[in-house]
């Protein structure tokens, strides 16, 4: 899959924060100005940042206006999402992806978010970064993943996570373990476009414009919502749409809050692992499971739609820089 880079910032550049879900916390988008401001960068809020509708940090048409003014601005060179939340799923038909294909500026965010890294990536082909928010609360996101993102924003440096094995789903696809199966083992190296995100936006996806993952490396995470049956019915949408069809590999970030089900004498026994390894081990490929990305705290930042490998024996999950 050819990828769209935009170019790496450099100080001076001008960049655009946005609310493209939910509303954000005034002070903590101030530190985050701060932190970017730090870097040389010139930094621009968005016209509804802090507006609120509901749930959502203004009407569906103010922040797709934002979004659209930011990718129609020949000086802004780079979008942040303030949050995530709830939200950009209403309003991902209606952004001008023409004018992001003309003039390429990354995207950055996670979480719902996702929803807007999916669209990019279908209609333009454009690398996005999954990374920490403008929302910056220091005691969660400490100077390692500010420095994470300041270099996937900076510099053309491949970006490579390893592995924790005390996240959770460092046991669905530990190095070794054999797929008993003809299809294929766990255990190995896999290399693809990495797409992908929170789980329960790349399920929502599904019938609204999924790109195709054939050819890719899948990077899930997600956190607790109803439980279990959330995780089970989002990889069962998935693969009985046919999405999973020709996926490479599966790099797992957290599952977060899922403690809640050990011991469930209603579930069986079953935590989130074995809901994961009951899908995921189908298919026959490479899982590399407990990378330390996702919802907790120092998240790192990791470019979506570019080059990446997986390599269950080192731990490490390698992608290309999504700036040239």
């Given at each position: 899959m050819d990828t769209l880079r935009a170019p790496r910032l450099m100080p001076g550049d001008r960049v655009r924060v946005v609310s493209p879900a939910s509303p954000p916390n005034a002070a903590l988008v101030a530190a985050g100005v701060e932190l970017l401001t730090s870097w040389g960068l010139r930094v621009e809020l968005g016209e509804h940042v802090f507006d609120q509708w509901g749930y959502m940090a203004g009407r569906d048409e103010e922040r797709v206006a934002d979004l659209n003014d930011a990718f129609r601005d020949p000086g802004v060179r780079a979008v942040f999402a303030t949050r995530g939340g709830k939200g950009a799923y209403r309003i991902v038909d209606d952004l001008d992806f023409g004018a992001l294909a003309r003039d390429p500026k990354p995207v950055i965010g996670f979480s719902d978010i996702t929803h807007l890294h999916l669209a990019v990536w279908r209609h333009c082909r454009l690398a996005g970064l999954h990374g920490p928010f403008v929302n910056w609360n220091a005691s969660v996101t400490g100077p390692a993943s500010a420095e994470a993102l300041r270099r996937a924003l900076m510099?053309?440096?491949?970006?490579?996570?390893?592995?924790?094995?005390?996240?959770?789903?460092?046991?669905?696809?530990?190095?070794?373990?054999?797929?008993?199966?003809?299809?294929?083992?766990?255990?190995?190296?896999?290399?693809?476009?990495?797409?992908?995100?929170?789980?329960?936006?790349?399920?929502?996806?599904?019938?609204?414009?999924?790109?195709?993952?054939?050819?890719?490396?899948?990077?899930?995470?997600?956190?607790?919502?109803?439980?279990?049956?959330?995780?089970?019915?989002?990889?069962?949408?998935?693969?009985?749409?046919?999405?999973?069809?020709?996926?490479?590999?599966?790099?797992?970030?957290?599952?977060?809050?899922?403690?809640?089900?050990?011991?469930?004498?209603?579930?069986?026994?079953?935590?989130?692992?074995?809901?994961?390894?009951?899908?995921?081990?189908?298919?026959?490929?490479?899982?590399?499971?407990?990378?330390?990305?996702?919802?907790?705290?120092?998240?790192?930042?990791?470019?979506?739609?570019?080059?990446?490998?997986?390599?269950?024996?080192?731990?490490t999950l390698t992608v290309q820089a999504a700036v040239s």
């Open positions: 510099t053309t440096d491949p970006v490579t996570v390893h592995r924790d094995p005390s996240e959770v789903t460092a046991q669905v696809g530990a190095a070794g373990t054999m797929v008993g199966t003809a299809t294929g083992t766990l255990a190995g190296t896999a290399t693809g476009t990495l797409i992908g995100g929170n789980l329960s936006a790349v399920r929502t996806q599904v019938g609204a414009g999924l790109p195709s993952l054939e050819g890719a490396i899948l990077f899930l995470e997600d956190n607790r919502g109803t439980g279990l049956g959330d995780v089970d019915r989002a990889l069962t949408q998935l693969s009985r749409s046919g999405a999973l069809d020709g996926v490479r590999g599966i790099a797992l970030g957290q599952f977060l809050g899922f403690e809640e089900d050990d011991g469930d004498p209603t579930l069986g026994g079953w935590g989130v692992v074995d809901v994961l390894r009951d899908h995921l081990h189908r298919l026959g490929v490479p899982i590399l499971g407990g990378l330390p990305a996702g919802h907790g705290d120092d998240p790192p930042t990791i470019p979506i739609g570019t080059e990446a490998t997986i390599d269950t024996a080192a731990g």
